[in-house]
């Protein structure tokens, strides 16, 4: 590297790119462009979490789903990343009376999900890349772009001292604070709006029983609907669980209402009884661990002609209630990268990246937002587990009509919004079929099978 002036890096250079944040989608992208030819700097605002631990800070473990694998398949991440996963068939619902009920996923155990630690992906990824041949610059904050010299400033977090660094693009991948979609809106108008739920969350651990096994079902994410509200469990490889407590920030119970350990314990002793014995530490967890909030983030603009670019939470950061944030910030990195190998230059490849990405993740997100209801209200619903039940029939019965949409987002690549809008179709069917029954024995199937051939066109064969 040689020196602009005094204290700028230069590193001019038609294959070089500039990456901000080593998160999950920056390890990734790095990989994918580094396999693709090009020179790729990272920078980190944290320090490196394979030294000091991972302070992530949030959501300790996280569902992967099929887009994301592919994205870790083709960076040659896949086998590193599932030998710390574990395997979750479907929801176990708990209801308010202990009664339990596993509702499957997919078919069988092909269609799952899989629980996978944040910090360490975050690390297994960072090894991949650095050993790939990217460059991973630690304590390095964007704190400012200059984008007419073509210059980013870094402040190391440890001393204040700031670092410029020349750059031909920059690629945002520093989360759903991002540095570098501040910067860019002092440029543009990216047509940013942020939509809170009115909901936050907190996160509670389930340690492993006394003999070190899992102390419940290991393979399900559980559920406790509860309405307005609800609890989540993901299994972590050390046998512990992962517990999110969601609540309104307003009404009663709110973590309005619910502000203090003990007042968390009364109501785990009235809605979620049979997790109480299961989370030792309920008061202090509930005290220690920050409130998470929870938004959905729309912008109309993901980039600046050639100069920059946003992707993964950056561009499109969603409500966790799909399990496809992360999922979603992979596949932005395989399309980026692949725009970035088709197009004639960096503006035409960031503008074809957005075109192509923008309406899918105005999709999920919409579906994200869906789901919330449907996983704290809706689960335990007679209407609801009928339309269901004849989803999984029709899926049987059709497999080449009809795929329930979680299917499709879940373990197929079918590009979100055309999921979305299959799934439209699919549920007002089952709506019209199922109204008036109580079960599927009363359905006439001649009737049933007509109307799936009438209104579903044949899907197209997966991606
Ligand atoms: C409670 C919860 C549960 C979730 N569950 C799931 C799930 O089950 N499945 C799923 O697919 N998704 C899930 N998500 C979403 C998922 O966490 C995000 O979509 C994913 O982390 C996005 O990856 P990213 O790389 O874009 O951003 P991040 O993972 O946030 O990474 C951003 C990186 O940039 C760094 N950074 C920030 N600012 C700067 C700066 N100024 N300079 C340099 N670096 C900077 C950060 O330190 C970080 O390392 C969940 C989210 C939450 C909140």
New binding site residues.
Partial sequence: MTAWGPNVTAIPDNRHITL???????AVLATLLVQRGWRVDV????GDPRVQGYG?G??I?????ER?RHALRLAGADDAVMKHAVMMRGRMVHFLDGRTDLQRYGRDDSEVIWSVH?GEL?VVLLDIAERAGARLHFD????NVDFDARIAM?TDPRDGSTHQVAFESLVG????????RSAMTKQVDLGERTESLGHS?K?LEIPPARDGSFSIEPNALHIWPRGRYMCIA?PNDERTFTV?LFLPNEGDPSFATVRTGHDARALFERDFADALPLIPDLEQDFERNPT?I?ATLYLDRWHLDGRAVL????AH??V?FH???????FEDCVALAEQLDAQPDRAAAFAAFQADRLPNARAIQQMALENYLEMRDRVDDDDYLLQRALERELAQRHPDRFMPRYAMVTFHRIPYARAFERGRQQRDLLVDLTRGHASLDTLDWNVVDAAVRERLSPLPVDA
């Fill in positions: 901000i944040g080593a998160g999950l989608a920056g920078y980190e605002k944290r992530g949030r959501s473990n996280l569902a992967l789903a994301g944040r975050n390095r904050g964007l704190s870094f991948a520093d989360g759903a604070g991002s540095a570098l969350y996160e993901l999110t998470g929870l992707l993964g939470d950056a950061a969603m966790p399990g496809q944030g992360m999922n979603c910030a």
